[in-house]
């Protein structure tokens, strides 16, 4: 079975840091990390694919760094200047390389708190 696994969150005051890892299972096409907070939407935080290009949201161009290889299925996030707001469940996808569909990690909590 593919999977993949996350790791890195925690407790973290505001402007401190935090490094997430996922690793997957199989080479992947393109991987990334989303997160969710209770009553939104999960949403795109940073991706990679094959090749190296990364996009990233708005909210956290120049304080976020996604880097790793999707086709050794790994992927970290370096997130600095954390804010309260970065508050959320932060989710690993990843698309295996010649499927459809996607796949996600269970999720690791991040929490920027005083």
């Known amino acids: 079975q593919v999977q993949l696994v996350e790791s890195g969150g925690g407790l973290v005051q505001p402007g401190g840091s935090l490094r997430l890892s996922c690793a997957a299972s199989t080479s992947m096409f393109a991987m990334g990390w989303y997160r969710q907070v209770p009553g939104k939407q999960r949403e795109l935080v940073a991706r990679i694919v094959l090749g190296g290009n990364a996009n990233y949201a708005d909210s956290v161009k120049g304080r976020f760094t996604i880097s790793g290889d999707s086709a050794k299925g790994s992927v970290y996030l370096q997130m600095n200047s954390l804010k309260p707001e970065d508050t959320a469940v932060y989710y690993c996808?990843?698309?295996?390389?010649?499927?459809?569909?996607?796949?996600w990690g269970q999720g690791t909590q991040v929490t920027v708190s005083s």
């Open positions: 996808n990843g698309r295996p390389l010649g499927a459809a569909g996607d796949i």
